[in-house]
């Protein structure tokens, strides 16, 4: 009985030890916040927006821009294109080589249309991923 007791306690400890180790999303990593109120600032001044619809995150590996309820939200895929290369060629030259965005390999810019209450739906969401010369390319999907 106490064999028994001790390999089901030890199979129980095993499964909720692979539970706590397995990624199931990437932490949130905070880079300071001079970092990318500096960022957030060249991109509202690159595309005219204004600072209240602009908003950055980062993971250990992906920048996000949201661009909320911007001039693009209802305009044509090729509009939103072209103004997320603008955002992701600002994005690419802030974070290089500083060192709290070196695992950054993904910049998405999504397009959020936002209503009062706050639920938000995603338009569009454009994705630049790091090449092997560390450029960021525009991934088609």
């Known amino acids: 009985m106490?064999?028994?007791?001790?390999?089901i306690?030890?199979?129980?400890?095993?499964?909720?030890?692979v539970a706590v180790s397995t990624p199931y999303a990437q932490p949130s990593i905070q880079p300071p916040?001079?970092?990318l109120a500096?960022?957030?600032?060249?991109v509202v001044n690159a595309i005219g927006a204004e600072t209240s619809t602009?908003?950055?995150?980062?993971?250990?590996?992906?920048?996000?821009?949201?661009?909320?309820?911007?001039?693009?939200?209802?305009?044509?895929p090729a509009g939103r294109e072209n103004e997320a290369a603008a955002i992701?060629?600002?994005?690419?030259?802030?974070?290089?080589?500083?060192?709290?965005?070196?695992?950054?390999?993904?910049i998405v810019v999504e397009y959020v249309k936002r209503r009062n209450g706050g639920?938000?739906?995603v338009v569009d969401s454009i994705e630049f991923r790091k090449d092997t010369t560390g450029a960021f390319r525009h991934h088609m999907t």
Request: aromatic residues 6%; positive net charge.
């Open 2 to 7: 106490f064999k028994r007791s001790l390999a």
């Open 9 to 17: 306690l030890a199979a129980i400890v095993a499964s909720a030890a």
């Open 33 to 35: 916040d001079a970092a």
């Open 38 to 42: 500096s960022i957030k600032n060249a």
């Open 54 to 76: 602009i908003e950055l995150s980062t993971t250990a590996k992906i920048f996000t821009v949201k661009v909320v309820n911007g001039k693009f939200v209802d305009a044509t």
């Open 88 to 106: 992701e060629s600002i994005v690419a030259n802030a974070i290089a080589g500083q060192a709290q965005f070196k695992g950054i390999v993904v």
């Open 119 to 121: 639920r938000s739906r």
